[in-house]
């Protein structure tokens, strides 16, 4: 059974930091993994896909990377803005199942 | 496009009342699937769709119905409300089921 694991839970940074918010998972067979972001009482909105041939992958400030050997992959924010301020998921979906197993989130908060 | 849509946004249940939660997208997308996010569990997977006519059980299917008449629209159905069925619920499509995943704002449900 595919785990996904987001640590820390919470983390507060200030402004203009570059940070990595991290995702371990504990089957290496993933057809791809996905990065959101969820605001307070809102849906969630995908940030990036990496597919499993892939080794990282990037937006703007946001770069994410996938290492499935180690079972872990990295979201790296530059140059951190109050506006990133919300919660990471990080999503895996598994080889031959249909489903998303997502993390707990890591909960960011920039300061001013 | 509006993207993905749920209605209603908040909900107040009686033990054993029933209720549809509508979810509707216009991106033409083949796979939708239902989510109940709740606090230190991330999100489930209820149902999901991969196309008209077509539904299938999730991790957590029990006491929800679906059905997918259409290609737009994807509600899902509580027969007989319980107080374990308080949570937020996300509805989700994608062009695929392995393509990036669009979300709802969300379903906040309370089953008193």
């Known amino acids: 059974k595919q785990e996904v694991t987001q640590i820390p839970a919470a983390l507060s940074v200030p402004e203009g930091e570059n940070l990595v918010l991290n995702c371990s998972f504990t089957?290496?067979?993933?057809?791809?993994l996905q990065w959101f972001r969820q605001d307070p009482g809102k849906g969630l909105t995908s940030l990036l896909l990496i597919q499993s041939s892939q080794r990282e992958q990037t937006s703007g400030r946001l770069n994410a990377s996938l290492d499935k050997s180690s079972g872990r992959s990295t979201l790296y924010i530059a140059a951190s803005q109050p506006g990133d301020s919300a919660t990471y998921l990080c999503?895996?979906?598994?080889?031959?199942?249909?489903?998303?197993?997502f993390g707990t989130g890591t909960r960011l908060t920039i300061i001013p | 496009n509006a993207g993905v849509t749920q209605t209603p946004k908040f909900q107040v249940l009686k033990t054993g009342q029933s209720m549809t939660l509508q979810c509707a997208q216009d991106m033409n997308h083949e796979y939708m699937s239902w989510y109940r996010q709740d606090p230190g569990m991330g999100l489930r997977l209820i149902h999901y769709s991969v196309g008209a006519g077509i539904t299938d059980q999730g991790e957590v299917p029990n006491g929800y119905n679906v059905s997918r008449s259409t290609t737009e629209d994807f509600p899902l159905r509580l027969l007989s409300a319980a107080p374990s069925q308080t949570s937020v619920y996300f509805c989700a499509s994608s062009y695929r089921g392995v393509e990036t995943q669009y979300f709802g704002p969300g379903t906040r449900l309370l089953v008193l």
């Open positions: 999503a895996v979906r598994s080889f031959g199942n249909e489903k998303l197993t």
């Open positions: 089957d290496s067979a993933i057809y791809n």
